[in-house]
């Protein structure tokens, strides 16, 4: 691990005063349970690492408003066992519960779970963010069993990480985010981006920004999610999918199907949403729509497995969602 400075600030404006405009020359620490890997592998070489845990305000969970207001330091332990989180979202509680690490779950926060680095192999075996050498990417004609099968005609072919994502997209989550220039909200299917080169992230956050708070409406969407893992110990799924929708006399009604884990940002699937629209929820309607959200990959030479698994978990996601 390299040397570097570590700052304790109070406040979030203390925090941010502290961060640098480039990435990375410094890090946020929050649970750590991603950030001290990267330092570890020397993956990360900051300057300074600032820490949030004196940050009272950014942790805690309040439902008002018709929305349910997640602060970003808030553990998923506390996220998990919160009844507003319960009963309004049970798609995430799922998700957030399928980590299956009680470490991961007892240290990790929300924000920390949305923001973690990709878990490519090349990435996290030092050969950058986009997995290059000598121009060329090393995913395309090497091991990319576990990379994207949508939009992964540029530079990055790697999937995102997150578990919650794609539930905060297909529930229209926003992000609430603070800056030298002060505080702006994102909607969650803006908020996170396909780097195009090695010194870009995986969202609109601007290296010295600070994920506050992120905000769900409680709109009374059905909602559930399925993964598929190799194995039920901790480990990051193959594929995912969430879907969410309103129950309009037993028709599905304003549907999102968001995929996980096959992309480089949680892939909205509007052909497949638009496919279920009007329809009730059964095997063979959630078949449909599987078949037409998929209509649309294309997969590398080691991840077409990818495609009937999405399917698959789609129609099993749909049929989770409590009735």
């Known amino acids: 691990m390299n040397q570097f400075e570590y700052a304790n600030p109070a406040t979030v404006e203390e925090a941010v005063a502290l961060l640098s405009a480039k990435w990375g020359e410094t890090e946020v620490l929050a649970g750590g349970t991603d950030l001290i890997s990267l330092l570890k592998q020397g993956i990360a070489q900051p300057r300074l690492v600032v820490g949030l845990k004196n940050v009272k305000s950014l942790s805690g969970i309040e439902a008002k408003g018709g929305a349910v207001r997640i602060g970003a330091t808030t553990s998923l332990k506390d996220f998990i066992a919160n009844k507003d989180v319960q009963s309004n979202f049970p798609g995430l509680v799922t998700a957030a519960r399928n980590i299956a690490s009680q470490q991961m779950i007892n240290m990790g926060t929300v924000g920390g779970e949305i923001l973690q680095r990709p878990r490519c192999w090349y990435y996290r075996n030092g050969l950058g963010l986009l997995g290059t050498k000598d121009g060329k990417s090393l995913i395309e004609t090497g091991e990319n069993r576990y990379h994207a099968i949508f939009a992964n005609s540029g530079a990055a072919k790697f999937v995102h990480a997150s578990s919650l994502a794609p539930g905060l997209v297909a529930l229209g989550a926003s992000l609430q985010i603070q800056g030298p220039k002060g505080a702006r909200t994102v909607a969650a299917g803006e908020f996170f981006a396909a780097p195009k080169s090695e010194t870009e992230r995986e969202s609109v956050l601007a290296p010295n920004e600070i994920l506050t708070a992120i905000e769900i409406p409680a709109a009374g969407l059905k909602n559930g999610v399925y993964e598929i893992r190799q194995r039920t110990g901790l480990d990051w799924p193959m594929v995912a999918a969430f879907v969410a929708f309103k129950d309009n006399g037993g028709k599905a009604q304003d549907v999102r199907i968001v995929l996980g884990h096959v992309a480089p940002?949680?892939?909205h699937s509007k052909k497949g949403s638009a496919a279920l629209e009007g329809l009730p929820i059964?095997?063979?309607?959630?078949?449909?729509?599987?078949?037409?959200?998929l209509s649309e990959a294309t997969p590398l030479s080691g991840n077409k497995y990818k495609v009937p698994q999405a399917k698959v978990a789609i129609r099993r996601a749909g049929l989770a969602a409590p009735t």
């Open 265 to 267: 940002t949680p892939y």
């Open 282 to 293: 059964t095997d063979a309607s959630l078949a449909n729509a599987a078949e037409a959200a």
